[in-house]
């Protein structure tokens, strides 16, 4: 079965600084996909990023990109450039080509950016 | 309207009463979930609509009865629920079900608070 663990419940960043949150799983699988999920007091959770497993490269949306360390199992959302629209709670996710879209979520990172 | 769209937004309920949440998508999927987030706990999945066809039930006690007349709508029917079912209901869709390019890639609705006395 995966897991995915992340560590940090709450964290706070200054706007226009730059923030790091961190995730860990655990799988056996050796073909799969890691993502991030934002969401915001809207409660409307949002795809920020994904990774495929198979690419070396770590993916960038805008001001958002991952540290995708696969030995380690480790997947990382540095937020670059802070926004305050950027407070949320931040979902780390996980699913193979056989779970699909059923993926299996960790529990969560509040991240609130200060004025 | 676009998107994934769920009503009711909060929901307070009795144990004896029944209730149904529903949830729309008017993005073309084939695949529509249920999801429970409850406060400082992982997202659980419940429920996997495939084509109206449900393809996974992840051992959700029976007071909770999904429904899925159509690709477009799912519903969630609830009856005789407990305090501890207490939390927001999640609805998403996405192209399908299994992997490929477009796997895990969800489009979420802004859930059902539900409240449970």
């Known amino acids: 079965a995966q897991t995915v663990t992340q560590s940090q419940p709450e964290m706070s960043v200054q706007e226009a600084e730059t923030v790091t949150l961190s995730c860990t799983y655990d799988?056996?699988?050796?073909?799969?996909?890691l993502f991030w999920y934002k969401q915001p007091p809207s409660r409307q959770m949002i795809l920020v990023i994904r990774?495929?497993?198979?690419?070396?490269q770590n993916a960038t949306e805008n001001r958002f990109s991952v540290n995708f360390q696969k030995a380690a199992k480790s997947f990382s959302l540095k937020i670059s450039d802070s926004q305050l629209g950027d407070t949320a709670m931040y979902f780390c996710?996980?699913?193979?080509?056989?779970?699909?879209?059923?993926?299996?979520f960790g529990e969560g990172t509040q991240l609130t950016v200060n004025p | 309207e676009t998107g994934v769209t769920q009503t009711p937004r909060h929901l307070v309920m009795g144990m004896t009463n029944k209730k149904s949440l529903k949830c729309e998508q008017h993005?073309?999927?084939?695949?529509m979930y249920w999801y429970k987030q409850s406060a400082k706990k992982p997202l659980e999945l419940m429920f996997v609509?495939?084509?109206?066809?449900?393809?996974e039930n992840n051992s959700v006690p029976s007071r909770f009865s999904p429904e899925c007349p159509n690709s477009s709508h799912l519903f969630l029917h609830l009856h005789t629920l407990q305090p501890e079912d207490s939390a927001l209901y999640l609805c998403?869709?996405?192209?399908?079900?299994?992997?490929?390019?477009?796997?895990?890639?969800?489009?979420f609705g802004s859930g059902t608070q539900l409240s449970v006395l």
């Open positions: 609509y495939n084509f109206k066809e449900q393809t």
């Open positions: 993005l073309g999927h084939n695949a």
């Open positions: 990774q495929e497993a198979y690419k070396q």
């Open positions: 996710a996980f699913g193979t080509e056989t779970s699909g879209s059923r993926l299996t």
């Open positions: 998403a869709s996405s192209q399908s079900p299994s992997g490929g390019q477009g796997a895990g890639k969800l489009f």
């Open positions: 799988t056996s699988e050796n073909n799969y996909y």
